[in-house]
């Protein structure tokens, strides 16, 4: 019912940056919270960054000063602006998104949905 795309990851030099994208799509009502998380083979997912519907955001504190989220409510999509990267930023980024979306006739329902992840790769 909801799909979230990322898209924009790749191999970057230290010191460059990259933008990452993620698309919402499907039956949705409306967006609340949005994120994105990334995970290193073998250790557990982290918290990258997260943006409210109303745009408040907050920041793992690695990426504090050089990663930036933002959100476009109409297009359903967000981003994630990444600067200075450094070696320790290569993980697989995924998106997540706290949907509320159409489940019935006349019905809403709410669920937490996470993308398909994007490989990030910072070379020194």
């Known amino acids: 019912q909801v799909q979230l795309v990322e898209s924009g990851g790749g191999l970057v030099q230290a010191g460059g940056s990259l933008r990452l994208s993620c698309a919402a799509s499907?039956?949705?009502?409306?967006?609340?919270?949005m994120g994105w998380y990334r995970q290193v083979l073998g250790k557990q997912r982290e918290l990258v960054a997260t943006?409210?519907?109303?745009?408040?955001?907050n920041y793992a504190d690695s990426v504090k000063g050089r990663f930036t989220i933002s959100r476009d409510n109409a297009k359903k999509m967000v981003y994630l602006q990444m600067n200075s990267l450094k070696p320790e930023d290569t993980a697989v980024y995924y998106c997540?998104?706290?949907?509320?979306?159409?489940?019935?006739?006349?019905?809403?329902?709410?669920?937490?949905?996470w993308g398909q992840g994007t490989q990030v790769t910072v070379s020194s």
């Open positions: 943006i409210t519907a109303g745009s408040n955001t």
């Open positions: 499907g039956s949705i009502f409306s967006i609340n919270g």
């Open positions: 997540n998104a706290d949907v509320e979306y159409y489940s019935g006739t006349q019905r809403r329902s709410r669920a937490d949905y």
